[in-house]
């Protein structure tokens, strides 16, 4: 799943080539990835007209929550995207045959992918000027949902927790997850409603950094140690997202291109690597149901 740094590499992509532009259709070839809050609902003539309430309309912006999309339509409404495990976003031109000029980001994009339509088309955005936005999704765990904005920001608030890289994201906010928690720390990291947008790469990147064990009982941290896995956090994100995300098996950039941080990754996928650091072999563990990587020797 494209996490924090690959999110937002898609949505500054698609920021630049589909705000302002006029929505001419939308079509719908599976319902199941599809729908409206109760209140949009309750507006709607039709409960099935996710076109029709979206024809005519532009995106205004395209905001991002953890690893959620919300695209601004008007009247301060939300176009939510959550693309999950295979979800993916492909944007073409009018007349647009050559895959280096297709936009394309989410799940591995692959040949086939670029062929689109295809069988895993789930909806298609054509705009006035004849360009297309394609959402895929092999195995529909993705969604596309339309909320007003006070849902929108019920969903902020209570659905995802602080946020690195944003003013929110606050030591002392920060510190506070630890207090009185049995958890590990990799298990805090993970928890979209503790701390939004830190998947599997980024925990075992930010926990390395931090030179701690994933598994550490977080009761266990000192001060300090909390202190420098807070800062590791933003390091560790701001360098991804300057990359351009990660790519080993998943994700695509907006660009069509691989991300570029794969080289960078210090531990994830690189078991059985020298670790470059101290030079020691990195391990990899199943913990808590997820390949978990570190360095046996760089950790507290």
Known sequence: MPELPEVETIRRDLERRIVGKKIKAVEVRDKKV???SSVILSEAKDPFSFGSFLRGQKFAKIE???KLLAFLVAGEKYLLVHLK?????IYKEKGVRNKEK????GHKISEYDLQVPNKFTRAIFIFADKSQLFF???RRFGYMKIVDKKEKERIWREDFGIEPLTKDFKFQDFARLFKNRKTNIKALLLNQKLISGIGNIYADEACFCAGLLPWRKVASLKSIEIKKLFQCISQVLRVAIKNRGTSFSDFVDATGGQG???NF???????GNKCRR?????NKIRHAGRGTHYCPECRK
Do not use: P, W
């Open 85 to 89: 495990m295979t979800g993916q976003l």
């Open 278 to 282: 101290c030079g020691s072999i990195i």
């Open 260 to 262: 570029g941080h794969y």
């Open 102 to 105: 297709m936009i394309a980001g």
């Open 34 to 36: 599809i729908s409206f």
């Open 64 to 66: 991002r929550r953890g």
């Open 265 to 271: 990754l210090k531990v994830y996928e690189r078991a």
């Open 136 to 138: 895929n999704d092999m």
